[in-house]
């Protein structure tokens, strides 16, 4: 098991409503990386932080956004949230950025449910 | 942008056997790393085997090992002797050697049968 923890574990949501979810990287990573993974599909890249800072982004609307706090935890916020969203989002550490190659742990995810 | 594909939706084994699932990928980058990630129904990823594009040998990991043909652009997966606790989702991933995000294909269920 990898020292990479999220929460919540499971989350229902009414469309329109803002929802945050949070991650612990692993003792040592500056960098966390966010990925949605819809039912019966492999994760989509969200957004990744750096040291504070957003460093890259995927396809997804500006709806989507993000902080890393000073001990390099993070947040995924949605707001306006949309049948679509219902998925499992994951987060992923690394030691620095670029090392996504080879240093990537993951937490178990949270599952949200828009209905 | 790159591309990962992944063709068999779900494949089945005996345990003890053995089963090779299929990636290919698409993409202009010379330098670049591919994997393998396990989803067990916890539903945390796990790495299974890392292969850098710049290595012509292929990577093995106990009885996972790879068969990398970069010109091809192609990269399987074979567990060997095969046992109950490698039932899970498998996702071939992708990142270029200076990265900051995984691109994965759609994922192949294993299902390994007693």
């Known amino acids: 098991e990898t020292g990479v923890t999220q929460s919540p574990t499971h989350l229902i949501k009414t469309r329109g409503q803002q929802v945050t979810l949070r991650c612990s990287s692993q003792?040592?990573?500056?960098?966390v990386s966010w990925y949605q993974q819809a039912l019966g599909q492999g994760p989509q890249f969200i957004f990744q932080?750096?040291?504070?800072?957003?460093?890259g982004r995927g396809n997804f609307p500006p709806r989507f956004s993000g902080l890393q706090f000073p001990n390099y935890s993070s947040e995924l916020n949605v707001n306006a949230l949309e049948l679509d969203d219902s998925a499992l989002y994951l987060c992923?550490?690394?030691?620095?950025?670029?090392?996504?190659?080879?240093?990537?742990?993951f937490g178990q995810g949270t599952r949200l449910t828009v209905v | 942008a790159q591309t990962v594909t992944q063709s068999q939706p779900e494949m089945s084994v005996q345990e003890a056997e053995t089963v090779t699932l299929s990636c290919t990928y698409d993409t202009s980058e010379n330098n670049y790393y591919l994997f393998w990630y396990k989803q067990p129904p916890s539903r945390q990823m796990i790495l299974v085997i890392r292969?850098?594009?710049?290595?012509?040998q292929n990577a093995t990991e106990n009885r996972f090992s790879v068969n990398f043909q970069k010109a091809a652009k192609s990269f399987s997966l074979k567990i060997s002797d095969s046992q109950l606790g490698d039932t899970a989702m498998y996702f071939c991933a992708f990142t270029k050697a200076a990265g900051n995000k995984l691109t994965f294909g759609g994922g192949t269920r294993v299902l390994v049968k007693p």
């Open positions: 292969q850098e594009a710049y290595k012509q």
């Open positions: 003792s040592g990573h500056n960098t």
């Open positions: 932080y750096y040291r504070e800072e957003e460093n």
């Open positions: 992923a550490s690394s030691p620095s950025t670029g090392l996504m190659n080879t240093e990537a742990f």
